[in-house]
């Protein structure tokens, strides 16, 4: 207990000496220190994003969720390419009487 003690007094007593060398010596000491804490706290929040959010898990929703998207594909418009272009497809159409 005697060694962990001692190491953490040789830490907080580097910190002070460094502090009390200049402003720019307790900003790098700050981050330094900061960073393992951030590091830490990313892998902790990327780790729950992953679990809560899989891709799969259909049955969260309810049935009725999925009739309603089915009905607004069919109501929408179709917009993938077609293999003819629409210069083609304007051809078909009659023409108006001017």
Same mark, same amino acid.
């Given at each position: 207990?005697?060694?962990?003690?001692?190491? /953490? $007094?040789? @830490?907080?007593?580097? !910190? =002070?000496?460094?502090?009390?060398?200049?402003? /720019? $010596?307790? @900003?790098?000491?700050? !981050? =330094?220190?900061?960073?393992?804490?951030?590091?830490?706290?990313?892998?902790?929040?990327?780790?729950?994003?992953?679990?809560?959010?899989?891709?799969?898990?259909?049955?969260?929703?309810?049935?009725?969720?999925?009739?309603?998207?089915?009905?607004?594909?069919?109501?929408?418009?179709?917009?993938?390419?077609?293999?003819?272009?629409?210069?083609?497809?304007?051809?078909?159409?009659?023409?108006?009487?001017?």
């Amino acid at each position: 207990m005697e060694k962990i003690s001692a190491f /953490f $007094n040789s @830490i907080w007593n580097t !910190i =002070l000496v460094k502090h009390q060398e200049g402003l /720019f $010596n307790t @900003i790098c000491l700050g !981050i =330094l220190l900061g960073l393992p804490l951030l590091v830490v706290l990313t892998l902790i929040f990327i780790c729950c994003h992953c679990c809560w959010s899989r891709p799969g898990q259909g049955s969260r929703q309810p049935e009725a969720n999925k009739k309603k998207k089915k009905k607004k594909k069919k109501d929408e418009e179709d917009l993938w390419i077609s293999a003819q272009p629409k210069l083609l497809q304007m051809e078909k159409r009659p023409s108006l009487p001017v």
